[in-house]
């Protein structure tokens, strides 16, 4: 089996309770093959960064471990994992800071994989956003995903072009 299979498998499997916050609810295995289809269009992301992004959520949101990402697809899928995983120990607000002051270390990999997953949020707000957010709490989310972002440029136009487009969509169909 092709290693991108693989990996679609078990993010399907490990995420296979998770349901998308939006109005559609979406199952989340949806979010992380189109942050992964991302990704893929960038021809600077190789098959490593493709199967983290596949697998970008697993460690934060699931009992799937990076010693599990590690033994399957190798250490640098791992890494570029962990690159991207929130400390669950810290409180929300917090986490959400830190992913901001931060973007701008990361790898070019992991940069990448934030690009994506922030397009695919902003395009996932525009088409179904949640219902119980207040307009106010979509707009705060567009302009924090816009500051992650903006440590994550200067490496990648494909991407930022796309986290461009899916802000631009965001916006209008917020009215912001
Ligand atoms: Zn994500």
Known sequence: MSRL???????????????????????????????????????????DVVIAALLHDVVEDTDGTAADIALMFGDRVAGLVLEVTDDKSLPKARRKEVQEQTAGLKSDGAKRIKLADKASNLTALAESPPVYWEPSRSAAYVAWAERVVAGCRGIDPVLEAGFDTAAVRAKAALGL
């Open 5 to 47: 299979i693989e990996a679609v498998s078990y993010a399907a499997r490990k995420h296979v309770h998770q349901r998308r916050k939006g109005a559609n609810a979406e199952p989340y295995v949806n979010h992380v093959i189109d942050v992964a289809e991302r990704v893929s269009r960038s021809p600077l992301a190789d098959e």
